[in-house]
């Protein structure tokens, strides 16, 4: 392993996957990676294979790294893989190399095992509980309010991605609204806006940042549609109480003719 591979860890979480305890760091590069010799272990697989066979591959290759970790034992110095990673790797491992009985196991590090170890770093899951999951499944107030606070972390952690890109961010932000939606819908009781306006509304965003982006030279979507949300305190443009259109639309119009004069949408 060449010093190039040496990462330095900046958080470390140890993750309950079904009875396993696996450890998580993020690195001083911003990836989260997953200690491969614990994963193999509740396995059943050779390390030190895996570890080779993780070499010879083209892609796995650039997400494997040396990672120091604390342990009951102390600091030690573990291989790692980038968690994106970790079904690809998986995906080569065949159901004959593992013990019959470790079989069932395997399928839900193929399919799981990824999405736990990134959201003990986004979301605070430390484990796959599955009484957690079921008391989910309720319909209390507590229940409610962590389904919505998930959603909108969700949505802003997606704008945040979407920002500065360009082609098809118009596209991607009217998915990212489309699929909060409904979510959003079950917990308010708000008269918001008709698709009709909601549709005026996007435009007339989306006229803004076409303007502005003219003048800065970047892709200015999020970033509007960003600041209607925070002025008019809303997630969603879908989301604008009835009684506010003719307000938001009045704002969007100002902005667009400080931009451009007194041309329209």
């Not at 895996?50 to 030690?76: A, M, N």
Request: charged share 25%; glycine share 8%.
């Amino acid at each position: 392993m060449t010093d190039e591979n040496a990462l330095t860890p900046v958080e470390q979480k140890s993750v309950d996957f079904y009875g396993d305890d696996l450890t998580a760091v993020r690195a001083n590069n911003g990836r989260i990676y997953a200690g491969l010799t614990q994963m193999c272990n509740a396995l059943g697989l050779n390390a030190r294979g895996q570890s080779q066979r993780i070499d010879r591959h083209t892609i796995l290759s650039r997400g494997k790294g040396v990672c120091k970790i604390h342990t009951p034992g102390g600091e030690q110095s573990v291989v790692v893989l980038r968690v994106d990673l970790v079904p690809l790797w998986l995906s080569g491992v065949r159901a004959s190399m593992v013990n019959e009985d470790v079989r069932s196991k395997l399928e839900r590090f193929q399919e799981e095992a990824a999405a736990v170890l990134w959201e003990a770093f986004q979301e605070g899951r430390l484990t796959t509980d599955l009484a957690f999951e079921a008391l989910l499944q309720e319909d209390t107030d507590a229940v409610q309010a962590y389904k919505m606070a998930m959603a909108i972390v969700k949505l802003a952690k997606q704008q945040i991605l979407l920002e500065g890109r360009v082609g098809d961010t118009e596209l991607r932000l009217d998915d990212v609204e489309e699929r909060l939606t409904t979510i959003e819908e079950q917990f308010t009781g708000q008269d918001v806006v008709t698709e009709v306006q909601a549709s005026q509304i996007s435009q007339a965003v989306k006229a803004v940042a076409l303007a502005l982006g003219k003048q800065t030279g970047r892709n200015e979507f999020g970033a509007c549609y960003g600041e209607v949300y925070r002025k008019f305190n809303v997630t969603s443009y879908k989301m604008v109480p009835r009684r506010k259109f003719d307000e938001v639309m009045a704002f969007l119009t100002e902005w667009h003719q400080s931009l451009v004069g007194d041309s329209p949408f």
